[in-house]
């Protein structure tokens, strides 16, 4: 099953450095989440998974002391079924590992830019305030959920991160 779980830059460098991935929540296309879009398709669908997976990135970069960059990541993979577990419950397309997943199974991370980072550094720093619903701190949650993210190759990662 793809699986995008949020990340940062240091803990892409952890997960490189160690070989696999921990056990983590990440985002899927999962079925609840295609009976909630029924409309799209399946790129479509998987983007939504991309972009929950990228505003969990954001609190993961609000909770790290020291700050690290500001860049959001969202690391692509190819979980074996068996791995995965669906929380649809607790909110669309949730899922979490079971057991950490060898870094062979990574396919890309999804990463921000470094131009963008200042704007990413508004979203981090409005994301509490966001989850306690104000308004014009989930405007600047948004605008970071339209920046694009850059592709990387897995083979390319060492070198992002270097």
Do not use: F
Not at 30 to 57: F, H, K
Not at 72 to 90: E, I, K, S
Not at 109 to 116: F, S
């Amino acid at each position: 099953m793809r699986v995008y779980v949020p990340s940062s830059m240091p803990h892409l460098r952890t997960v490189l450095h160690s070989g696999e991935l921990p056990p983590v929540h990440g985002y899927a296309t999962t079925p609840a989440m295609r009976e909630w879009y029924a409309s799209g398709n399946d790129e479509e669908i998987e983007y939504l998974a991309i972009i929950a997976a990228a505003r969990e990135s954001l609190r993961l970069l609000s909770q790290e002391d020291p700050p690290p960059q500001m860049r959001r990541v969202v690391l692509a993979l190819d979980a074996p079924d068996n791995v995965v577990t669906v929380l649809d419950a607790q909110e669309r397309g949730l899922v979490a590992l079971a057991r950490p997943v060898p870094v062979m199974h990574l396919i890309s991370a999804l990463v921000d830019d470094a131009e963008v980072e200042a704007k990413v550094a508004l979203a981090v720093a409005d994301m509490a305030a966001a989850d306690a619903g104000d308004p014009e701190a989930l405007l600047a949650i948004e605008e970071a959920d339209d920046l694009d993210l850059s592709w990387y190759a897995r083979q390319e990662l060492e070198l992002l991160v270097g």
